[in-house]
């Protein structure tokens, strides 16, 4: 099987499940014999048809000749992978695109689709026939939308909020690859330490502006055969969960509970902080994922971490001194990494996922001694999941204030209101909200 083929196939189970994109390839390409490269390059064109889908549709769609709504599944996937070869790529000669999308549309539909692809793909590349697309003066969100790949609905959300031009910031950046961000194991090494390590590897890392403990890199070897990630001396995290970690400001000797922990890096980062001298319960309702846990647990060796299979909304215990609730969320500041999510997310379930928020931050709160702290996180930059939330739980716990988060983090990443948060297109890692409370 080619990676084109492997493609095609990965685009109708993506359509046919509901599966997640990141998923769905790596148990896929667990399965291939493909070479490393080949599967680097289904990987590349599988993300890549997912995140363009809406402006490559918008094209094919004036190329096609004919109702390419009514075209069958596995052509209407051959159509949209070579579309985003021609326009997306430059490494993959033209010749070479055209001919494999021509033979695929003869082996899925017939010598009919072989010639009709020929055709349209063709046309495209001698570039004769111009591309329209929608005027962004007079429809300003299908403009943006179509032109970068995003539902309207996020698209008109956002241009209320932030405005064009802003908008079109963070559509670019939800459209880039992120660089890795790696979290130091400040229990085994330090970041110059673990940077000069890297150098030997040929791997150049720098230092987050955000925090100390962080580095970024273009990319990593597989890190099941890395051995300085397997020995314990880094994990992948991005510097927004560092910072409501930070927020929380562990010490030694404080009972914390991490309500929603998996897959641990907020746990081992707490333990980390805390010299892994603090006691922290690390929760989570789903024992698979708090298996994940464990084993970065393990690879970290934190010492400090007390694993518990529970619902976050009805766990109880004795009362702690700090809680940190990462609640489940919508997703939408992690769109760059997260290439289907713009497609699975409606505001139908904006509003659902926040009422889970809701019941979490309210328990969250019964956990707490008085003058104890609790940090509410996300990865979201919407309102109703972020400020909204906390507004309303103000309301309703009056016992609680909010205390300004510049004491903890950068004033860079913190807004007037006193509140973690973080854009990808103004700062350069994920969408994120967090809130430093004090329970008086």
């Keep these: 099987m080619s990676p084109r083929q492997l493609v095609i196939q990965l685009l109708d189970r993506y359509e046919r499940t509901d599966a997640f994109a ?46 390419y709504a009514k075209a069958p599944r596995p052509i209407r996937y051959v159509l949209q992978s070579a579309f985003y070869q021609l326009i997306f790529m430059d490494r993959i000669p033209a010749y070479a695109v055209i001919h494999e999308a021509v033979e695929l549309a003869k082996m899925k539909g017939s010598d009919y689709w072989g010639k009709k692809i020929n055709a349209i793909l063709r046309t495209l590349q001698r570039g004769q026939r111009p591309i329209h697309y929608p005027d962004i003066a007079a429809e300003p ?15 008109s959300r956002w241009i209320d909020r932030f405005g064009m031009e802003e908008t079109i910031a963070l559509c670019k950046a939800n459209n880039t690859s992120p660089r890795l961000s790696i979290r130091v194991n400040s229990l085994r090494t330090s970041a110059e330490e673990l940077q000069d390590l890297l150098l030997q590897y040929k791997i150049e890392a720098t230092k987050s502006e955000y925090l100390e403990n962080f580095l970024g890199a273009k990319q ?46 907020k746990s081992t980062f707490l333990a980390e902080l805390s010299g892994d001298q603090a006691e922290i319960m690390a929760i989570d309702v ?47 500041g992690v769109l760059a990494k997260r290439v289907d999510l713009r497609w699975k ?78 854009y990808p297109h103004r700062h350069g890692i994920d969408g994120s909200f967090a809130v430093r409370l004090i329970k008086e």
């Design 220 to 265: 990593l070897p597989d890190l099941n055969n890395f051995q300085p990630f397997q020995q314990g001396l880094f994990t992948i995290q991005d510097v927004s969960a560092g910072l409501a970690c930070k927020l929380l400001d562990p010490a030694p000797g404080d009972k914390i509970v991490d309500l929603c922990a998996a897959p641990g890096g």
């Design 141 to 155: 969100v299908q403009s943006i939308a179509v032109m970068h790949s995003h539902p309207e609905w996020m698209v």
């Design 286 to 332: 789903n024992q698979s994922r708090l298996n994940l846990v464990e084993q970065n647990v393990q690879r970290l060796g934190s010492k400090s971490i007390r694993l518990i299979q529970a619902n976050g909304t009805i766990f109880s215990c004795d009362s702690v001194d700090k809680v940190i609730l990462d609640a489940p969320c919508s997703g939408l």
């Design 345 to 422: 997310r409606t505001f139908t379930q904006i509003k659902e996922i926040s009422r889970l928020q809701y019941d979490l931050l309210t328990n969250a709160a019964k956990l707490l001694k008085p003058g104890g702290i609790l940090v509410y996180c996300t990865c979201t930059i919407e309102p109703e999941e972020n400020e909204n939330m906390i507004e309303q739980f103000l309301t309703e716990h009056q016992d609680f204030i909010i205390e300004p988060a510049s004491e903890y983090v950068s004033s860079a990443v913190v807004n007037a209101s006193g509140f973690v948060y973080t």
């Design 22 to 67: 990141d998923l769905l390839l790596e148990h896929e390409l667990s399965q291939s014999q493909l070479s490393k490269p080949d599967k680097s390059l289904a990987q590349e064109i599988f993300f890549g048809v997912i995140r363009w889908r809406k402006r490559i549709d918008w094209i094919v769609t004036q190329f096609f000749l004919g109702d």
